[in-house]
């Protein structure tokens, strides 16, 4: 397990207890590097979505519980927020959710010389995902071939 990802598990494993007691779910936790600045980034939902108050008292409490445990060694900025719109999806619990809506996926490479594909979320399992097509037609990817996977949003 790479330092990123033992950073990511070990955030995930103290922010749940915050987030149960607060009745908020989490999305996902990334730890990455822009520039020269490291970013431990929490992303948290909850049914109608999150407040800026609801991830102030998060970022604080999570706050606390990283100093007292002191297990990344580099200096980063802590980052609490919404997923956003543009929420993907990456767990389980995402692609359940999600089944019946709308999703826009990229692939890594073209299928059909096009890289953008939206339909349906139809099914998916550990390997692929299936979506229905505006022409009723259905798409199974591989989950190694897709890039991004998240819901659709229009404007």
């Not at 149960?20 to 590097?33: A, I, N, Q």
């Not at 979505?49 to 980063?76: H, M, P, Q, T």
């Not at 299928?111 to 139809?122: A, H, N, P, V, W």
Request: charged residues 35%; glycine residues 6%.
């Amino acid at each position: 397990m790479s330092k990123r990802e033992h950073y990511e598990q070990r955030t995930e494993e103290l922010l749940i207890p915050i987030l149960e007691t607060h009745g908020f779910e989490l999305v996902d936790v990334e730890y990455v590097k822009e520039g020269s600045t490291w970013y431990l980034r929490a992303y948290i939902d909850k049914p109608g979505g999150i407040a800026i108050n609801d991830c102030e008292v998060v970022s604080r409490s999570l706050s606390d519980v990283l100093d007292e445990k002191d297990f990344i060694e580099d200096s980063y900025i802590l980052e609490v927020s919404s997923p956003g719109l543009g929420r993907p999806l990456k767990k389980e619990r995402d692609f359940e959710r999600s089944l019946g809506k709308e999703v826009d996926i990229r692939t890594y490479r073209m299928i059909d010389r096009q890289k953008d594909f939206t339909g349906t979320l139809e099914s998916y399992d550990k390997d692929s995902v299936t979506i229905r097509c505006e022409d009723e037609s259905s798409m199974t990817f591989d989950k190694k071939d897709i890039a991004l996977i998240r819901l659709a949003f229009d404007f």
